[in-house]
Nanobody, 114 residues
Framework: QVQLVESGGGLVQAGGSLRLSCAAS????????MGWFRQAPGKQRDLVAT???????NYADPVKGRFTISRDNAKNTVYLQMNSLKPEDTAVYYC????????WGQGTQVTVSS
């Protein structure tokens, strides 16, 4: 049973920064692709960033240059550093682990005020 627990969300002003963390358990973490997704009210869940077991990263265009995904395999934790936040980044952010399907965390709310 995979468990993913996100933390670090909150309210921040535009231009500010937040760091999200996701602790994984129940599965070999280091060999899996990890990702962050987000879902704004009334919208679909969209990919934000992914990172492979070897550290190769991929970002959605809206966050390129502002967000950084990283992982610490020794701690079974993946991070999302979010800088220069904009009101349109407001969403519930979900951590995910890629197995035969995506396994999801419960989500953490990020609200960016203008």
């Amino acid at each position: 049973q995979v468990q993913l627990v996100e933390s670090g969300g909150g309210l921040v002003q535009a231009g500010g920064s937040l760091r999200l963390s996701c602790a994984a358990s129940g599965r070999t973490f280091s060999s899996n692709i990890m990702g962050w997704f987000r879902q704004a009210p009334g919208k679909q869940r969209d990919l934000v960033a992914t990172i492979t077991s070897g550290g190769t990263t991929n970002y959605a265009d809206p966050v390129k240059g502002r967000f950084t995904i990283s992982r610490d395999n020794a701690k079974n934790t993946v991070y999302l550093q979010m800088n220069s936040l904009k009101p349109e980044d407001t969403a519930v952010y979900y951590c995910a682990l890629r197995g035969n399907i995506w396994f999801w965390g419960q989500g953490t709310q990020v609200t960016v005020s203008s």
